[in-house]
């Protein structure tokens, strides 16, 4: 094995054992669902969702943030990094209160549509887009830098604030909804301190006094990729939003449930396509470089795995949850997560392999596909929306199969793009 080679797949290697670490502690979180109502938990991770579509203008920011540490190498390259980065972080700042200012005007309609009755949810919705913004910069950093190791440990660092905070507000305190919500805002306040700290020399004031702002040129690279990545992430979480529109309370709980083991598949294999990025910006012009096909094969191998493994459970559950009597009087719940399980997990891998594709398009700079990928987001939203406002509402799984065929549609489109 060549040395390059070697590299990737330790620096692969490590980074999906800490993002399978980070998640592992993440999806733990939704074991506290026990504690909350269906109602609650519904809730929950709706407003998970929310966030994610709240980080899309971050995303950009990351990829690039990412594209221009590992680019940079002159001192005139670094001194204007440096002063680009804490300019944008000041416009993301103010852009954030902005925000903030607007959803607490349509604060009635946006309980409405959620079937929140207490406002507090949002307002901690609210104030978690601050680090949700931040965080994907601070990595980007790091990725840029090829500090896989800090990077690992600030995915850890999310999960595990997280998991420790909302097991106690939810467990001890009876917060419900409230309680996990915080939790969430002391994971990610905990990873940003983390990744901020051990990027810090890369935004140094000392190196940003004498550098430069060009917005121009980083517009010219963020709104591209802002839109490739966020395209993806659409696809992602749209479902759920919808899905909370759509169905009851009680039966958006039983559908986020299944739907976190999809999207966890989604994240757990990001890390190959995270440790791709820098090393196809390095290797731009060279036609031999083979890091996207390793990419591919490993995201295929995880992906598989998951898928499989799901399956399997969403089958064997049901009738053993009958012999565990800590779970005989969830059988009904149980049974109606796992009828859903294997649609979700097998939807969701034609994305896990299309974002793959699509970091790979981003980071050759190829950016004349990107409306392509949006348009199917729009399209992909566009039916979520008509499904919502159907007179008939839709099932879970028209929902599902909804996503998975879009998916599938994404996935043609990246590959056509990236190929």
Same mark, same amino acid.
């Given at each position: 094995?060549?040395?390059?080679?070697?590299?990737?797949?330790?620096?692969?290697?490590?980074?999906?054992?800490?993002?399978?670490?980070?998640?592992?502690?993440?999806?733990?979180?939704?074991?506290?669902?026990?504690?909350?109502?269906?109602?609650?938990?519904?809730?929950?991770?709706?407003?998970?969702?929310?966030?994610?579509?709240?980080?899309?203008?971050?995303?950009?920011?990351?990829?690039?943030?990412?594209?221009?540490?590992a680019a940079a190498?002159?001192?005139?390259?670094?001194?204007?990094?440096?002063?680009?980065?804490?300019?944008?972080?000041?416009?993301?700042?103010?852009?954030?209160?902005?925000?903030?200012?607007?959803?607490?005007?349509?604060?009635?309609?946006?309980?409405?549509?959620?079937?929140?009755?207490?406002?507090?949810?949002?307002?901690?919705?609210?104030?978690?887009?601050?680090?949700?913004?931040?965080?994907?910069?601070?990595?980007?950093?790091?990725?840029?830098?090829?500090?896989?190791?800090?990077?690992?440990?600030?995915?850890?660092?999310?999960?595990?604030?997280?998991?420790?905070?909302?097991?106690?507000?939810?467990?001890?305190?009876?917060?419900?909804?409230?309680?996990?919500?915080?939790?969430?805002?002391?994971?990610?306040?905990?990873?940003?301190?983390?990744?901020?700290?051990?990027?810090?020399?890369?935004?140094?004031?000392?190196?940003?006094?004498?550098?430069?702002?060009?917005?121009?040129?980083?517009?010219?690279?963020?709104?591209?990729?802002?839109?490739?990545?966020?395209?993806?992430? $659409?696809? @992602?979480? /749209?479902?759920?939003?919808?899905?909370?529109?759509? =169905?009851?309370? %009680?039966?958006?709980?039983? +559908? #986020?449930?299944a739907g976190m083991?999809?999207?966890?598949?989604?994240?757990?294999?990001?890390?190959?396509?995270?440790?791709?990025?820098?090393?196809?910006?390095?290797?731009?012009?060279?036609?031999?470089?083979?890091?996207?096909?390793?990419?591919?094969?490993?995201?295929?191998?995880?992906?598989?795995?998951?898928?499989?493994?799901?399956?399997?459970?969403?089958?064997?559950?049901?009738?053993?949850?009958?012999?565990?009597?800590?779970?005989?009087?969830?059988?009904?719940?149980?049974?109606?997560?796992?009828?859903?399980?294997?649609?979700?997990?097998?939807?969701?891998?034609p994305l896990a392999?299309?974002?793959?594709?699509? $970091?790979? @398009?981003? /980071?050759?700079?190829?950016?004349?596909?990107?409306? =392509?990928?949006? %348009?199917?987001?729009?399209? +992909? #939203?566009?039916?979520?929306?008509?499904?919502?406002?159907?007179?008939?509402?839709?099932?879970?799984?028209?929902?599902?199969?909804?996503?998975?065929?879009?998916?599938?549609?994404?996935?043609?489109?990246?590959?056509?793009?990236?190929?």
């Open positions: 094995m060549s040395e390059s080679r070697e590299t990737f797949f330790r620096q692969g290697s490590w980074m999906l054992t800490a993002t399978f670490l980070g998640g592992v502690l993440m999806f733990a979180v939704h074991l506290f669902g026990g504690w909350m109502n269906r109602g609650e938990y519904g809730l929950f991770v709706t407003l998970l969702q929310v966030l994610n579509l709240m980080m899309i203008p971050a995303l950009g920011l990351q990829t690039v943030f990412a594209q221009r540490t190498s002159s001192d005139d390259e670094k001194s204007n990094l440096a002063a680009s980065i804490r300019k944008i972080f000041l416009i993301c700042f103010v852009g954030w209160l902005t925000a903030g200012g607007v959803v607490l005007l349509l604060e009635s309609p946006i309980l409405k549509a959620l079937k929140a009755g207490d406002p507090l949810p949002i307002y901690l919705t609210i104030l978690i887009g601050l680090p949700q913004l931040c965080l994907p910069m601070l990595l980007g950093i790091l990725q840029g830098r090829q500090m896989f190791g800090w990077l690992g440990w600030a995915a850890i660092a999310n999960g595990a604030g997280r998991f420790s905070a909302v097991g106690l507000l939810v467990t001890v305190f009876s917060w419900q909804a409230v309680g996990a919500v915080t939790g969430v805002l002391i994971g990610l306040t905990f990873s940003c301190i983390l990744a901020g700290w051990h990027g810090r020399q890369v935004w140094a004031k000392s190196l940003a006094l004498s550098g430069q702002f060009h917005a121009n040129e980083w517009l010219q690279r963020i709104v591209p990729l802002t839109l490739g990545l966020g395209a993806s992430q $659409v696809m @992602l979480s /749209a479902d759920m939003i919808a899905a909370r529109n759509i =169905l009851s309370a %009680a039966d958006s709980g039983t +559908y #986020a449930a083991f999809g999207r966890g598949l989604v994240i757990f294999t990001a890390p190959l396509a995270a440790v791709m990025f820098p090393k196809m910006v390095n290797a731009l012009g060279d036609s031999k470089t083979t890091v996207l096909g390793q990419a591919i094969k490993g995201t295929i191998l995880l992906g598989l795995l998951c898928c499989v493994g799901c399956s399997l459970a969403a089958w064997l559950l049901p009738d053993l949850s009958e012999k565990i009597e800590s779970l005989a009087a969830k059988q009904k719940v149980i049974s109606e997560i796992g009828a859903l399980l294997p649609f979700f997990v097998w939807g969701m891998l392999l299309a974002n793959v594709y699509v $970091v790979a @398009l981003l /980071a050759k700079e190829q950016y004349r596909g990107v409306p =392509l990928l949006v %348009a199917v987001a729009v399209v +992909y #939203a566009v039916a979520l929306l008509w499904l919502a406002i159907k007179p008939e509402p839709p099932n879970q799984q028209t929902i599902v199969l909804t996503l998975g065929g879009f998916n599938l549609i994404y996935l043609g489109v990246a590959n056509r793009l990236a190929i």
